[in-house]
């Protein structure tokens, strides 16, 4: 059962990654880690829109009694998204599905050739895995005792949003409903991370402090990887990097407000994936496609990244176009004319799409805590659309 349970569990770190990310760069592709990264932000972006238009949904029939029901609409209508995309996934890659595993043969006899040139490539492998290994033993083993400040808020209220079958809709500090802060309403990441607690049957606290940080931190080490890939040429070089940036963040854990708080101590939290994997992840992808030829089809990609990296916290509206623009900023004085807006505009639309949500719901939420419908005067109470909650 547990084994069943592990493996419904890593569907969505595997093959839902894989098969959203391949379908957004169909035309758009690049290398695999990129490919998959893009897939895992596009799922977290598939997952809010589903949850900014459930969610308004609750909020918009509630007036004073809450609804139940919203989270398990939204569990059932992400299960159907998910599985149309992955059986599309499957028909259009269907003449290409063997190549990843020939490439990856291919790859494997590279870096066969490259350790055979440079001995001293074993010896810097065998030393970044087992950094790697001591550093996801210590996540397994050790962040379930890591109580962040902020863990009342994450824990808390992916738990009330199993318990009660809401969509961010409970006070975590005093339990009342409907009552909760904009800048908690309308992100995502906790309520995702509840629905990987009900789907894999593991405890919300279990899949925070004990299960994530493990995948996460391989995340974060495939994007560091990536990095590499930006900087060096050749494998021995990247290995060095990756073992001089483990012993930085092993050595660098000195305050809550470090980089190496955020990886290795909370790496659970929606601001830590945004600041140790999305923001560096997405720096490197912009600049990586402005130094190519402008296309449209990266379109997709840019705006599927961007949206779900907005998903995972409030802060994203403000870190995310400081990022963007600065990039395109740069890339423009790299091309000495003024390039790429077709970019920054896909880059900029997750943080505006978040944005006009947080207005939205701040007027919707103005309206529920009165009678006077002060700005959605024809909200009634028996809309069509309440058979969906209980």
Not at 151 to 167: A, G, N, P, Q, R
Request: positive net charge.
């Amino acid at each position: 059962m547990i084994l069943i349970r592990a493996l419904a569990f890593l569907l969505h770190f595997t093959l839902l990654p894989i098969a959203v990310g391949r379908l957004i760069t169909y035309r758009a592709r690049t290398n695999w880690i990129a490919d998959y990264l893009v897939g895992f932000f596009g799922n977290l972006a598939i997952f809010y829109i589903l949850y900014t238009i459930i969610e308004w949904i609750q909020n918009w029939c509630t007036l004073n009694d809450p609804l139940h029901g919203a989270y398990t609409m939204l569990l059932k209508a992400y299960a159907v998204v998910m599985v149309i995309l992955v059986l599309g996934w499957i028909w259009v890659d269907r003449n290409k599905l063997k190549r990843p595993f020939n490439k990856m043969r291919f790859k494997i006899a590279s870096v066969k050739e490259q350790t055979k040139e440079d001995k001293f490539t074993i010896v810097y492998a065998i030393l970044f895995a087992g950094l790697l290994a001591l550093q996801l033993y210590m996540a397994f083993g050790y962040e379930i005792n890591e109580w962040s400040y902020d863990d009342y808020d994450y824990v808390v209220t992916s738990k009330d949003t199993i318990e009660t079958d809401t969509l961010s809709c409970v006070n975590y500090i005093d339990g009342t409903i409907p009552n909760v802060q904009e800048k908690r309403a309308v992100a995502s990441w906790g309520t995702y991370v509840a629905m990987l607690s009900s789907t894999s049957g593991f405890e919300v606290t279990t899949v925070y402090h004990t299960i994530l940080p493990v995948l996460l931190l391989l995340i974060a080490y495939f994007n560091f990887y990536y990095m590499a890939s930006f900087l060096f040429n050749k494998l021995e070089d990247r290995l060095i990097f990756l073992i001089v940036l483990s012993v930085g963040y092993i050595f660098g854990l000195y305050s809550h407000y470090s980089s190496t708080f955020r990886l290795l101590g909370a790496i659970w939290q929606g601001k830590a994936v945004l600041s140790v994997i999305a923001v560096p992840f997405f720096m490197l992808y912009l600049t990586r496609l402005y130094r190519k030829d402008i296309k449209t089809a990266y379109m997709l990609p840019i705006a599927a990244v961007s949206i779900g990296v907005s998903s995972l916290t409030s802060l994203a509206v403000l870190f995310i176009p400081i990022l963007t623009v600065l990039i395109w900023a740069m890339m423009c004085v790299y091309h000495r004319r003024i390039y790429g807006i077709r970019y920054l505009l896909a880059s900029l639309i997750g943080p505006v799409y978040v944005s006009i949500f947080y207005v939205f719901i701040w007027m919707l939420q103005q309206d529920m805590q009165s009678y006077d419908f002060k700005y959605f005067k024809n909200r009634r109470r028996n809309e069509w659309w309440l058979q969906w909650f209980h």
